[in-house]
Structure formats: structure tokens, C-alpha cells
């Protein structure tokens, strides 16, 4: 497992949060995936997204394609406890190495 600690800016957030109600938990899902892709874009500005049927986010950079399943809390630890995987084929796809990323503090 590797922690990364990555900040958004303030308005950022309060841009996702208006943009998504957070009135439920696909909400959570939806910053969660949005926040990935600030990150991946801070590592890559050329970075391209996709999200295919059965994956949450597709990232193509620095020449490589990787599927990610995405998963958003609004705890402040990881809250392992409350993590749900939302279907058999995304279940295989992690136990077959797809990575799973963690957004907390939601």
C-alpha cells in the first residue's frame, strides 16, 4: 500500500462540491474520481481520461494505459471498514491487480 498526501486548493473542493450535491454516496464517488484526476494531471499535464464500462477511471500517460477503481470517503483515515466494491467484475479485477485508490477527507 502507498499513502500519498495530496492537497487540493480550497476552491477546488468547494468547485466539486457544488458540481455534486453530496447527497448521496455516488457524490463521494464522483469528487473522488475527479480529485484522482487533479492528481494525475499534477503528474502529468498531458495525462488523457476515459472511463470505460466496469472502471471507474482510465489513465493514459507517460505512455502507459492503467485502470483504477476509485473509491471516496468523507473520514479522514482510510475507513477500510466502509470500503464496498460494487460488483463481481470489479471484485475480479482487483483481485487480479487492477489498483485501487483511496480518496479520503471528502
Same mark, same amino acid.
Given at each position: 500500500m502507498k499513502i500519498i498526501d495530496f492537497k487540493i486548493p480550497e476552491e477546488r473542493?468547494?468547485?466539486f462540491q457544488l458540481k455534486h450535491r453530496r447527497g *448521496? !454516496?455516488?457524490?463521494i464517488g464522483k469528487i473522488a474520481v475527479e480529485i484522482s484526476m487533479d492528481y494525475f494531471k499534477s503528474i502529468d499535464?498531458?495525462?488523457?481520461?476515459?472511463?470505460?464500462?466496469?472502471?471507474?477511471l482510465q489513465v493514459h500517460s507517460c505512455g502507459?494505459?492503467?485502470?483504477?477503481?476509485?473509491?471516496?470517503?468523507?473520514? *479522514? !483515515?482510510?475507513?477500510w471498514s466502509k470500503l464496498k466494491v460494487s460488483s463481481q467484475n470489479c471484485y475480479d479485477r482487483l483481485i487480479k491487480g487492477m489498483p485501487?485508490?483511496?480518496?479520503?477527507?471528502?
Open positions: 473542493f468547494n468547485e *448521496k !454516496n455516488s457524490d499535464p498531458f495525462a488523457i481520461f476515459n472511463s470505460p464500462i466496469g472502471v471507474d502507459q494505459t492503467t485502470d483504477y477503481e476509485i473509491k471516496g470517503t468523507e473520514d *479522514k !483515515n482510510l475507513a485501487l485508490i483511496r480518496v479520503t477527507n471528502i
